[in-house]
T-cell receptor
């Protein structure tokens, strides 16, 4: 069965600090997809990134970067020079595809508070 | 991506009543999903609603409690029936254009049951 673990329940940092959010997943499939979503206080889930299991290249998008390591089943998310607007709950998710469709599982989330 | 709207954005309901939540997408999509997010918790999939077929419910969710309609490729409704305070949650719809694909989420409906 698939599973996503985000061991950090809450993190607090001061503005301009770098912060890394951890995500560890479990799956028996060789083909799968990993995602990060942001949920600000307004409640809407905002898609940040998707990675497939065959692409281990790290990705950078502005202040955001993602480190995907299949050897450790991890897909960590780093925010550089954090800002107050980064305060949100961040969810890591795993998707497998079988003959019946897509199976999407979310981790428990990490609440990030960026203090001014 | 897709632009998704939900109605109502929030509601306060009395125990024993029912609420129907609407989800509208700005483009035709095959797959629509309904999730529940209880306070301080992660998202749990309630059901998958594909047009032209009955909704598929996840373990722990039943059609009598959460009936779903999917009349066309841009619209779906979720009804929360015979509500109790334990149903107080955020309900979110999401869409996927194809499997496998990113799911894009609506803004959610905050439900409080008194």
């Amino acid at each position: 069965a698939q599973k996503v673990t985000q061991a950090q329940t809450e993190i607090s940092v001061v503005e301009k600090e770098d912060v890394t959010l951890d995500c560890v997943y479990e799956t028996r499939d060789t083909t799968y997809y990993l995602f990060w979503y942001k949920q600000p206080p307004s409640g809407e889930l905002v898609f940040l990134i998707r990675r497939n299991s065959f692409d281990e290249q790290n990705e950078i998008s502005g202040r955001y970067s993602w480190n995907f390591q299949k050897s450790t089943s991890s897909f960590n998310f780093t925010i550089t020079a954090s800002q107050v607007v980064d305060s949100a709950v961040y969810f890591c998710a795993l998707s497998e595809v079988d003959n019946y469709g897509q199976n999407f599982v979310f981790g428990p989330g990490t609440r990030l508070s960026v203090l001014p | 991506s897709a632009v998704i709207s939900q109605k109502p954005s929030r509601d306060i309901c009395q125990r024993g009543t029912s609420l129907t939540i609407q989800c509208q997408v700005d483009s035709q999509v095959t797959m629509m999903f309904w999730y529940r997010q209880q306070p301080g918790q992660s998202l749990t999939l309630i059901a998958t609603a594909n047009q032209g077929s009955e909704a598929t419910y996840e373990s722990g969710f039943v059609i009598d409690k959460f009936p779903i309609s999917r009349p066309n490729l841009t619209f779906s409704t979720l009804t929360v029936s015979n509500m109790s305070p334990e149903d107080s949650s955020i309900y979110l719809c999401s869409v996927g254009l194809a499997a496998p694909d990113t799911q894009y989420f609506g803004p959610g409906t905050r439900l409080t049951v008194l």
